[in-house]
Every structure is written in structure tokens, then in C-alpha cells.
């Protein structure tokens, strides 16, 4: 890319244990072209030295103690300080060296919200045959019950105008594993498809081990889609961050 992309960025990374891969993942976000790029982990209360590593790169760290990948993004949409925000898993799945490019996409195609599809470039050793399967019947009964057209529901890589969530339509509700397919939902429904589109990515192994529970979480994810269908679902925490996390930038941090 030639020229800085004159935009304010905020790289999202919602962590718990993640030490043996979020330094590489930090490593891997390139520099210096946009106008302000802000790296920051909201972290679930991680046991291991997860937060240190974060902040001896020099990134920001926000903890959230209330459970959940959800919550962990519900409270991270919120206190990111950027006009864009762009999602990442911290375990080096997704290519973080794309983001420039999806980011200079988001704003040449006037768009207000990218999901990046993993199935269709997984690369191998990505993702087990039953995470394959899971993922392909999860996506499946979100196109079928929601007519939304992703080919991939649970997808976390994601690049967004914040100015979304000047919409209370637009904030997602679930804290937990469904909240990845409820972007998606919401995104084509009141974004609509010229807005909000699909991109494919690369998608790799892993590095170190995973927190998500296969059954159980491909469980709650096929409930979820049927409860939002139904307008069953519920919203157990309120949106956003509060005052009292700590965070790196108020230097309340247990590792300051």
C-alpha cells in the first residue's frame, strides 16, 4: 500500500490464556499505515501470563471479569477508541496481514462491515473434520432460517465502521460463542448486502490450545439461531465496558 490510509484503526482481540500465541499475533498486526492504529486485548480474567505479554509489547489491555467471547467483544466495541474496528482471534488463525488491505477495501467499496470467510481457503490443519462439519451446519441454518447469504456463520475475523453501533439495532446481545453469528444477522439485516459483505481469507492451524468446547459451544450456537429466529433470545448483561475495569491506560492493571 503506497499511501497511509487516513483513518483511525482499533485492532480487537478478545483473550483467556493465550500465552503461547498472542505475542506471535501482536507481532504479526503491521504498522505504520493508517493514520492512528490502536492494538488492544480485552482480556477474560486470564490465569496465565497472557496480559503481561500484551503489555510488554506495548498494546493496550482492558480486563473484563464477566464471562464470555461475547461479552468480551460487547464490552471491546465499546472502549475502543477508533472509527474502525477490525476483530482477530489471538491463536495466528486469521491473517493479520491482511488488515490494510480489508481496511482499504471497507473504505474504497464505501462499505460498513466485512466478515472474512475462513471455509472456502482453510488452509490444512486448520480446523478438525467435526469443527468442518459443525461449521458447515451451523452456517447452513443461519442461511436457511435468516436468508443472509454468508458462507460462514462463525467467522471472527471482522472489519467495521464503529459508527454501527449508533444504531441500537446494530449491538449484538450474546455473550457467549453466538455472538459471531449475530454480527453476521444483524449486519445483512440492517446494513443490508451492498453494505455489508464477504470476503475470503486464509484460515491456519492454531497455535496453542483452544478454549472452545466443541459440543457445547456448536450447541448453544444451533439454540441460539433458532431462539433469534423466534425472538426468544435474551440479553443477560447490559452493552459496553464499565468504568470500574481496569485498563492499561489507567494504569490499574494487577501486572502495573
Known sequence: MAAVLPVSVTVLLPTRNEEEAIGMTIDSIPRGWCKDLEIMIVDGNSSDATRKIALDKGIRVHLEDRK????AYRTGFDVAKND???TLDADCTYPAELIPKLVERLLDDDLDFISCDRLT???EGSMSGIHGFGNWVLSFTARVLFGYGFKDSQ???WVFRKSIFNDE???PTNDG???SEEMKILARKHLGRKKAVEISVPYRPRVGEAEIHTWGDGWKN???LFAKRLGLHRTLTPWGGRDSNPDSLNKNLPEQ
Open 222 to 224: 444451533l439454540r441460539f
Open 169 to 171: 439495532k446494530m449491538k
Open 84 to 86: 474502525i474496528i477490525v
Open 121 to 123: 481457503l482453510a488452509e
Open 68 to 71: 464470555g467471547y461475547g461479552r
Open 177 to 179: 460463542m453466538p455472538l
Open 155 to 157: 467467522s471472527g475475523m
